[in-house]
């Protein structure tokens, strides 16, 4: 066999499979309740609106330019759409200030590759979205802790320069964050934007999840803060990441980037070298969909996924042993569990997929430095309420077990 590794790029070393799209597989299997993919469920999704939308597409002229090349900014309608919803939550711009992307990945991929050299620092929270680390990873980047209200400035950048580069961005989800389901108030949000001025560094903003609140007061998105501060969009560092994956369907990957003009520019530019533009027709055909259904659409999924995070808080207070606790997010997909001290998530794992059939994700692959051992991720997207309620009995008959064992 020929050896490679000595061909590859040094980048290559930090590229590594993701835990969660191999635990994935899982769901294939019928025996096992799995709480472990952050998916939407597809029962939810609206296909007979996407039906008619592709159909409406080939029934006219449109049916052409689906299937041509197209601009690499992203289809124009659809943008002008985002402009309108972005200005209902405080963020005024214009269709040029919004580039389509291939999933949200693809615009984590494409900051990565715009801010980072090798041995920069980025700032991410301990946990955070594993997808957005294998993303910077590739740029040979090295993570610092982001917190808000403990840390100087100069504690910062000087930590960045021992290691031989710069603090370049802030990545967060401040919305019902992947994994941990917690969501950053305003005051976090604002000290956030004082440490990027004093750092001049950027911030990437995934909102991800941001359309899935299902109680407590909307917090304005970060970047709305910035506009509000400095008076446009022209004028902040606040890069804006959504996607259409968790409100109408992952598999048309299709995502969207709002910022400055400057930051849209090289990001096309990104996009011209890549792959020229994201799918003609997908792009077409979420326009058609999210026009005419999107509302009520997001108020379908979040009526069914409120249900299930109140039936796996209830869960977890029933079957849970003393010494576990677990966050209560106000939406999202996720509750993050932090368990007794001495039992090892990825360990605890191999064992409820071998005695109990329960499914999860480990919390340690959302720690930038592979921390966080006690920990774990439940999903409660994809499982029904009785689904829910016997797979939590099943796995706090396990914790319970498991930390008995580890007391004696």
């Given at each position: 066999m020929l050896n490679w590794d000595h061909i590859f790029a040094t980048r290559s070393s930090r590229m590594r499979a993701s835990e969660i799209r191999e635990l994935l597989k899982l769901l294939d299997r019928p025996d096992i309740i799995s709480f472990a993919g952050g998916i939407p469920d597809p029962a939810l999704f609206p296909d007979e609106?996407?039906?008619?939308?592709?159909?409406?597409?080939?029934?006219?002229?449109?049916?052409?330019?689906?299937?041509?090349?197209?601009?690499?900014?992203?289809?124009?309608?659809?943008?002008?759409?985002?402009?309108?919803?972005?200005?209902?939550?405080?963020?005024?711009?214009?269709?040029?200030?919004?580039?389509?992307?291939?999933?949200?990945?693809?615009?984590?991929?494409?900051?990565?590759?715009?801010?980072?050299?090798?041995?920069?620092?980025?700032?991410?929270?301990?946990?955070?979205?594993?997808?957005?680390?294998?993303?910077?990873?590739?740029?040979?980047?090295?993570?610092?802790?982001?917190?808000?209200?403990?840390?100087?400035?100069e504690s910062y950048r000087t930590a960045a320069e021992k290691l031989g580069g710069a603090v370049k961005f802030a990545y967060l989800s401040a919305d019902f964050a992947n994994p941990t389901g917690e969501t950053v108030d305003r005051a976090g949000r604002e000290r956030l934007l004082k440490l990027a001025e004093e750092l001049d560094i950027a911030i990437i903003e995934d909102a991800a999840y941001q359309s899935l609140r299902y109680d407590g007061e909307p917090v304005p998105p970060i970047l709305a803060l910035e506009i509000a501060e400095k008076g446009s969009i022209e004028e902040t560092r606040t890069i804006y990441c959504g996607s259409f994956s968790k409100t109408l369907a992952p598999g048309l990957r299709v995502g969207f980037v709002v910022a400055a003009t400057p930051v849209i520019r090289k990001l096309v530019l990104m996009k011209q070298a890549a792959d020229l533009h994201s799918s003609s027709i997908n792009q077409i055909a979420i326009a058609h969909v999210a026009e005419r259904h999107f509302d009520a659409q997001v108020a379908k999924i979040r009526k069914a996924y409120s249900a299930r995070r109140n039936a796996m808080l209830a869960a977890l207070e029933r079957y849970m042993p003393a010494g576990t606790v677990w966050t209560r997010p106000e939406g999202g997909m996720f509750i993050w569990v932090t368990l007794p001290e001495g039992i090892d998530g990825a360990e605890l794992l191999a064992r409820s997929v071998e005695t109990e059939k329960v499914a999860f994700v480990p919390g340690q692959a959302f720690f930038a430095d592979r921390s966080g051992a006690n920990t774990l991720r439940l999903s409660f997207s994809c499982a029904n309420e009785q689904m829910i309620d016997e797979g939590i009995k099943r796995l706090g008959r396990l914790v319970g077990g498991v930390g008995a064992m580890a007391a004696a």
């Open positions: 609106e996407f039906k008619a939308a592709y159909a409406d597409i080939f029934g006219g002229e449109q049916g052409k330019a689906a299937l041509q090349y197209s601009v690499s900014e992203g289809y124009k309608p659809l943008r002008e759409w985002l402009q309108c919803e972005m200005a209902k939550i405080g963020v005024p711009c214009s269709a040029d200030n919004i580039f389509i992307t291939s999933g949200s990945q693809q615009a984590l991929d494409y900051l990565g590759k715009l801010f980072l050299s090798p041995r920069d620092t980025a700032l991410v929270n301990w946990p955070t979205y594993l997808g957005a680390l294998q993303a910077f990873n590739a740029y040979e980047p090295n993570y610092d802790q982001l917190t808000l209200g403990n840390r100087t400035p």
